[in-house]
């Protein structure tokens, strides 16, 4: 198994100020404690250019949080995945909820973007996740699988090169954090869909998220099938998102 990866969503937050004294204090705050999993952080696509400036040779990977489904032209407002690339872009989170939520991104939009996250040589961290009345009604396993393998059709023979990112709706920003067994659960359920996917899936890492922070990380991500986390909130404090990574076992002692 490769080293745990960390990545820090910052949504739609940050401003140049900001930002430049975040990563200052999470450089600075790396280079003492050494880095003990793959580090990214996604941001607003604005500040791509800032990232890839302040980044470029340091320890931190950086990416976007959203792509086009298309590959150029008339689409006003989108940024395309080779765009993104330019910028230096490792990863883009793919069908967040707030996405699929408040934009109406459902399942086949979220494959095609994958492709072309993936053509651009972007990996994709594609977020599945069930609400709480998809929780309640028994439906999570349905729910998450459903999303997953829309994306496993659509990339086909690259389906060991995306990241998974399992994060229950009811747990982010809210607070509330899925039990490390209710995450290891479904984290097991994606490895498996994963496996009869691909024969290279040990290249997959599936990521949990939804109110990770200090307090729980280190639980969270001693789970087998745990491989890393999807950050918000707990990324844009420079001191939590270190103890989130401080608290990642070494990749050695990883099973
Ligand atoms: P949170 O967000 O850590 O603030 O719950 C996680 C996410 O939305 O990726």
Partial sequence: MTKKLIVGNWKMNGSLAVNAGLLQTLLAGL???????????????PYLAQLQAL???????????????????????????????????????????????YHGEND?????????ALAAGI?????????????????????????LSAVIHAVGHCAS??????????????????????????????????????????????LYGGSMNAGNAAELLSQPDIDGGLIGGASLKADEFL???????PAAAVI
């Avoid at 404690?33 to 952080?41: M, P």
């Avoid at 086949?108 to 072309?116: E, H, P, S, T």
């Fill in 31 to 45: 280079n003492d404690d050494g880095v003990a999993a793959d580090v990214a952080l996604c941001a607003s696509a």
């Fill in 55 to 101: 980044l470029q040779g340091t320890a931190l990977g950086w990416g976007a949080q959203d792509c086009s489904a298309h590959e150029s032209g008339a689409y006003t407002g989108e940024v395309a995945a080779a765009m993104l690339r330019d910028f230096g872009c490792r990863y883009v989170i793919l069908g967040h909820s707030e996405r699929r939520q």
């Fill in 108 to 116: 086949d939009l979220v494959a095609q973007k994958a492709q072309r």
């Fill in 161 to 206: 090169e995306i990241v998974v990112a399992y994060e229950p709706v009811w747990a982010i920003g809210t607070g509330r954090t899925a039990t490390p067994e209710q995450a290891q659960t479904v984290h097991a359920v994606l490895r498996s869909q994963l496996k009869a996917a691909s024969a290279h899936s040990s290249r997959n890492r599936i």
């Fill in 243 to 249: 103890s989130i990574i401080a608290s990642c076992p």
């Fill in 123 to 147: 990996t994709p961290i594609v977020c599945v996740g069930e609400t709480l009345a998809d929780r309640e009604a028994g439906r999570t396993e349905f729910v998450v699988k459903r999303q």
